[in-house]
């Protein structure tokens, strides 16, 4: 079974630019979420969809953050614009029963 | 809000010496799950606890819910290199399937 796929691995944008971030979940996951860690820290969740719908949002921020996830499979996180406390790797993970699975991240420095 | 808390931050240990990490939670949480993150990799799903008081095993890993459902602990017996990581506690905030992460213990065994 494929593992949750992420794209890029890695970033490196100035501050005042815009990223965007790429997730496939593993197929027939219905819930997707965002993390975004920074070095040293736990994951902190940024926003969870159900299918296509958002679930939690609450800790996103919305100034500058946005998310989709068309048609309930792939989900794109898009950063605009990036400010130098946005540096962190984003993790993608899905959910299946109680079990959430991550993808590899990618590590955005903005510098 | 909801807070999780690890100790200790850190731990070295000799290889073949034990290690445990501790979990407490602002909450009480409905369970609790135990994630594994080696350097530079994601988070991987070890276990999940529901019920007060539960003690689960795998292999060397002792997993432990306390009975008010607030504090959690992970005990390793004689630990190997291919421990090193960082493990992190995460519970859901009430009510949701929005998993709040803890501060994480990040172990380093030495050969």
């Known amino acids: 079974e494929a593992g949750v796929a992420q794209s890029p691995r890695y970033k490196i944008i100035e501050k005042r630019q815009s990223v965007a971030f790429w997730c496939n979940p593993i197929s027939g996951h219905a819930t997707l979420y965002w993390y975004q860690q920074i070095l040293g820290q736990g994951p902190k969740l940024l926003i969870q969809f159900q299918n296509n719908g958002v679930v939690d949002d609450s800790q996103l921020p919305k100034d500058r953050f946005s998310a989709e996830r068309l048609k309930g499979v792939d989900s794109t996180l898009k950063i605009q614009p990036a400010k130098l406390e946005d540096s962190a790797v984003y993790l993608c993970?899905?959910?299946?029963?109680?079990?959430?699975?991550f993808g590899p991240g990618t590590r955005l420095t903005v510098l | 809000g909801q807070q999780v808390m690890q100790i200790p931050q850190y731990q070295h240990v000799q290889e073949g010496e034990d290690f445990t990490t501790y979990c407490n939670s602002s909450?009480?949480?409905?369970?609790i799950q135990w994630y594994k993150q080696r350097p530079g990799g994601h988070p991987v799903f070890l276990i999940q606890l529901v019920k007060s008081g539960e003690v689960k095993k795998q292999k060397r890993l002792t997993f432990q819910f306390g009975e008010a459902k607030k504090n959690s602990s992970l005990h390793i017996t004689a630990t190997q290199t291919t421990d090193v990581g960082t493990y992190f506690c995460?519970?859901?905030?009430?009510?949701?399937?929005?998993?709040?992460f803890g501060t994480g213990t990040r172990l380093k065994v030495l050969a």
């Open positions: 995460a519970g859901p905030a009430s009510g949701t399937y929005k998993y709040i």
């Open positions: 993970a899905s959910r299946q029963g109680d079990t959430q699975y």
């Open positions: 909450t009480t949480l409905s369970n």
